[in-house]
């Protein structure tokens, strides 16, 4: 089953002669249980692609289906109603609430979509013990290093059981490290959890994890490889020397 399609995915900024195409035509298709990674040069489009399957931006040509669904056709109610239930968001930069503990932060999207607290505080404890924060439940952001932030930003994504999880440079914050321990988390979200993921990373040791990779040049899908997804850094040096053909 195709839990993402893009149909002639097309994103204009401005417009007349200084009008900027982030995104040009692009046709992809993920399916459920995969892991898929986009890579490419900085000001390629990555992150356009990701908002506009996340429906945090609309196209200005053609569409995006999630599990069939057409985010076109939504207004923006039905849209945030999708993306709370639908899909987890993971960021570079966790996007936690400062004054929020872990516990209060994952439990948050349960509680704005009006599921009892005390089922909220329970959901949002287990997603947690399952990140390995099981003993920094009542610490705030301010008190965790910045791998366990990006481990409550995962469990937070979580908790609502959305069928696609979209990750935006989630390793871009953290050292060697810590980086590889939320790769770890994201392709054991796949394999363990049953979930779909679309990640966009700079980082080919990172994406190595992934099953599949996608390249972005210009707006533009220029190619795909297939990968291992057990982070291989024989795949990652390869993706590397690809990379280097691109920029």
Avoid at 29 to 40: H, I, P, Q
Avoid at 149 to 163: F, G, K, L, N, S
Avoid at 199 to 211: E, L, Q
Wanted: proline share 4%; net charge negative.
């Amino acid at each position: 089953m195709k839990i993402v399609q893009t149909e002639n995915l097309t994103r204009v900024y401005g417009s007349g002669e200084t009008a900027i195409t982030a995104l040009d035509h692009v046709n992809l298709s993920v399916s459920e249980g995969e892991f898929v990674a986009v890579m490419g040069p900085s000001g390629c489009g990555k992150s356009t692609l990701l908002h506009l399957i996340g429906g945090l931006d609309r196209p200005t040509e053609g569409r995006v289906l999630l599990a069939g669904q057409d985010l076109t056709q939504l207004d923006d109610d039905a849209l945030t109603l999708l993306r709370r239930r639908k899909i987890g968001f993971v960021f570079q930069f966790f996007n936690l609430i400062p004054v929020l503990t872990a516990l209060e932060n994952v439990a948050l999207p349960l509680l704005l979509d009006g599921v009892p607290a005390k089922e909220a505080r329970q959901r949002a404890v287990e997603w947690l013990e399952r990140m390995g924060l099981g003993e920094r439940l009542h610490h705030r952001p301010d008190q965790l290093s910045a791998g366990q932030q990006q481990r409550v930003a995962i469990a937070r994504a979580m908790v609502t059981e959305p069928a696609l999880i979209l990750a935006d440079e989630p390793t871009g914050n953290l050292d060697t490290r810590a980086g590889d321990d939320i790769a770890n988390l994201l392709r054991q979200t796949v394999n363990q959890w049953g979930r779909t993921v679309l990640m966009v990373t700079h980082d080919p040791r990172i994406a190595a994890y992934a099953d599949r990779i996608v390249f972005l040049k210009d707006g533009r899908i220029v190619d795909e490889t297939l990968l291992t997804g057990n982070g291989d850094q024989q795949e990652a040096q390869a993706l590397h020397e690809r990379m280097e053909t691109l920029r």
